[in-house]
């Protein structure tokens, strides 16, 4: 459950950076829900506090800040997946769509290239250094 919290917390975070991060709140707002309805409101509410807290880390450059804000989210997730162990699978259903794609979060390198013919294709992530023929 340690590892489904520290990944959900990552995701939650990097999402409240972004234009699609209402959706985020109201998913987290429906699984406490389903188990702390009274504080569903509250989470919610801290959830908007965290993503200016990301927004003004990210200005800033301050990725300690940020991580801090991981940390809180994934001993909150931890606590309500201990709270309904059931809502694992939901949360992991949740996290594969919310996941960001490698050109949506600018972390992640995809690349694709067709040769044919004796062509030669080099493809790289970093420097290159060609010798000889």
Do not use: C, F, K, Y
């Amino acid at each position: 459950m340690t590892a489904l919290a520290s990944s959900a917390a990552t995701v939650v975070v990097q999402q409240l950076a972004t234009t699609g991060w209402q959706r985020v709140q109201t998913a987290l707002g429906e699984l406490w829900r389903r188990v702390h309805p009274d504080r569903a409101e509250l989470v919610e509410a801290e959830l908007e506090e965290t993503r200016s807290d990301v927004l003004t880390a990210r200005e800033a450059g301050d990725s300690e800040t940020e991580q801090g804000l991981v940390g809180e989210w994934q001993s909150r997730l931890r606590r309500l997946l201990a709270a309904d162990p059931s809502l694992a699978t939901e949360l992991r259903r949740l996290l594969a769509e919310l996941e960001p794609t490698a050109a949506e979060s600018g972390t992640g390198i995809t690349m694709n290239a067709t040769a044919s013919g004796g062509s030669r294709l080099i493809q790289a992530a970093r420097d290159v250094h060609i010798t000889g023929e």
